[in-house]
């Protein structure tokens, strides 16, 4: 298995921990997302990659009826704990489980990365119905904050951040140019290891030796105690939401 492939399937032993730990997303980057389908009512949506919820349970706080798909059986299951009311299916962003033209947005939240796109986009072309939306969001945190910049310093690895320039790979002739927003978010942390804990869900620390991590560990756990941002008490780690929209173009 190559370390893409790796990374991608690095979550699930660590599916209660992602739960617990990994931020949600702003209700209004929801909300901008399906601004093209110009209606208020309750949607039919799917989220693609779903994990262990952290969007899911956005979606279906705005009222929507939710499908998830996650082809992880652990992150599924977490899911299915922890959001009430909502279907939840195995299955893979290549070969989504669900019957032609059935939902009128697809959200991906901090996933689109994983997928093959050749495969991928006309899969979600072809669940979507026409006017529908294509939604990839990713939240990350403010790195033109100091220590917020130092920290990701301090817990690089010797695997590199997946990020990329979703615009670029998220082109396709079923959909319309990429629209992109963004929207200032935070992640409540109550305690320096909380915060450690968070990191650790991260694919970059999932697949390195153990040895690694926990030589990294201890430098996060050293920087967060000596910080004064983050040293006392309960703090909130400044987060920037990227959103990225593209509407179903009729054959």
């Known amino acids: 298995m190559d370390l893409h492939a790796r990374r991608a399937d690095s979550f699930g032993e660590q599916a209660e921990a992602y739960a617990e730990h990994r931020p949600d997303y702003p209700v209004a980057a929801i909300r901008w997302a399906l601004e093209p389908l110009g209606t208020d009512e309750r949607l039919d949506v799917l989220d693609l990659a ?6 899911t349970a956005g979606l ?4 929507h009826r939710v499908t998830a798909v996650e082809p992880n059986e652990q992150m599924l299951s977490e899911l299915v704990r922890r959001v ?3 279907r939840a299916l195995p299955g893979h962003a290549e070969h989504i489980p669900v019957p032609d033209q059935t939902v009128d947005a697809v959200f991906v939240g901090t996933a689109f990365h994983w997928f093959d796109q050749q495969k991928a986009l006309p899969e979600i072309a ?3 119905r026409p006017g529908g939306v294509l939604a990839a969001m990713w939240a990350e945190p403010v790195t033109d904050v100091e220590w917020v910049r130092e920290l ?3 817990s690089a690895s010797s ?3 997946q990020r990329q320039d979703p615009v670029s790979f998220m082109a396709h002739p079923s959909f319309t140019k990429a629209e992109q927003a963004t929207f200032p978010h935070t992640h409540r942390r109550d305690s320096p290891e909380a915060a450690l804990a968070w990191i650790n869900t991260h694919s970059r620390l999932l697949v390195i030796d153990e040895a690694e991590r926990a030589a990294i560990s201890d430098k996060i756990l050293a920087f967060l105690r000596a910080r004064p941002e983050t040293s006392n ?3 909130d780690v400044p987060l920037r939401a990227e959103v990225y929209r593209m509407v179903r173009v009729s054959e």
């Open 50 to 55: 779903a994990g262990t919820g952290k969007l």
């Open 60 to 63: 279906c706080a705005e009222g």
């Open 84 to 86: 009430h009311g909502v």
């Open 126 to 128: 072809r669940v979507l």
């Open 152 to 154: 990701e310093q301090v």
């Open 159 to 161: 695997v590199e951040s």
């Open 233 to 235: 008490g309960p703090f």
